[in-house]
Structure formats: C-alpha cells, structure tokens
C-alpha cells in the first residue's frame, strides 16, 4: 500500500478465502515487506511514480525480484505504473484525467483473456487517475478506453496491470472522494455525483476481481 485508504479491498477476503494470510504494508512509512510471499498486490496512491522519493527506486527492485522468481503479481492504479516502469516502460502525464464509474473496452486479446473473457466488452470500472503509460514490451492489452489506450495489460500468464480498481468497495470509493477532494473540484463533480450509480457496478467488478484472484491462485493450499 501506499496510502493507508487504497487498500486491498475485496481482493483481500478472496485471497483468504483460498488461505492465504494478507498483510498490508504501508510503504512510505514502513518500507517494504521483509519477503516477497507468495503472492504480490502493488496498491494505489495519489503520488505520481516519477517523484523523487527513495521508496519507488526501492519497491521497483522489489517488483522486478517478484517477476524473476514468477510470483503471481497484480498492480492497481499507480501500482499498474509501478510495474510498467519496472518493465521499462515511461508513465507519463495526460492532458485528459478519469475519475468516476467510467466505461473500458476489452481488446481482442482480452476476449480471450482467462479471466476476462466472462466480463461484456465494455464495461464500467472504478478510475481515479492522470498518468497514463503505453503497453510495455512482450505484454498482451486487455482493456483500452478513448482517453487511456492502455487500461490493462498482461505479462506472461500471472501478472496483471490495472489502471482501473476492481476491488473497491462503497467505503473505499466515498475514502478516495474525501482523501482527494481536490481531484474532484478538477473535475468539476461532487462526491454524489460519482458515487450516485457505483453501488450498482459492484457486483460485476467484484466477481470479476474473484475471478482474477482464483485465476493467480490455481494451486492455493
């Protein structure tokens, strides 16, 4: 994690629920976890990946040591961007910013994708960002939108990158509204306005997100 109000949201009773134990390590204040486990979450934050904080030099090794001992891994939001410069990639700023229940688009590829191909070809997710990066060499896109070509992407069959969240719920959602209020007046919404229809996203979002946990974890004790 990298704020304490981005957390692992119902990724966290999914993983449970096929016996993992998740600790939740605060980066910025605690630093990294002492061991890379047996599976990785790479969290949101409202800090950009280009920042100077010796931190994301030190989880970037972190991620590239999970990618060589093949730990399935899944990155949300700036955790998405944290993998994409560990595979080489830039993460830029965009003109354009998503914040709210806005629609993505699979790619052909995502169609076919394991956990994908149950979700429509466009569908709803949860956004609440303004760096966007291009699809990192010998990965597959999944999702594209209008504004941000790449949403997600896949590398190799157990890492998954995801500028969009899956796993939050209502009170994760009304936490991003509060904690990043200025984010909202950028935009010129309200807080009601984005979380008048999200409710009714969820149970999409959240079986797909069960989906991709069940996906990374075929051999969980």
Sequence with gaps: ???????????????????YEVRQQLVPRDGLPSAL?????VMGGPMSVNGSEPWLAEERVFIRSALSKNIPIIGVC???????????????????????????????DGERDSVFQFMPRQFDV??????GFELPANTVLLATSEQFPVQAYRYG??????????????E??????????????????SPETLLANVSSAFPQLHACADKLISYLTPDAF
């Design 1 to 19: 994690m990298h704020v304490p109000f981005e957390g692992p949201g119902v990724f966290k009773p999914f993983l449970e629920q096929r016996g």
């Design 37 to 41: 486990g047996d599976f990785l979450l």
């Design 78 to 108: 700036l955790g998405s961007q944290l993998l994409t410069q560990t595979l080489g990639t830039s993460v830029t700023p965009s003109p354009n910013f998503e914040i709210g229940l806005l629609p993505v688009t699979l790619s052909i």
């Design 126 to 131: 949860w956004q609440w960002h303004g760096d």
């Design 157 to 170: 069959t157990n890492v998954y990158a995801l500028l969009f969240h899956l796993e939050l719920d209502m």
């Design 172 to 189: 994760g959602a009304q936490s991003l509204c509060q904690e990043c209020s200025a984010d909202v007046v950028r935009c010129g919404c």
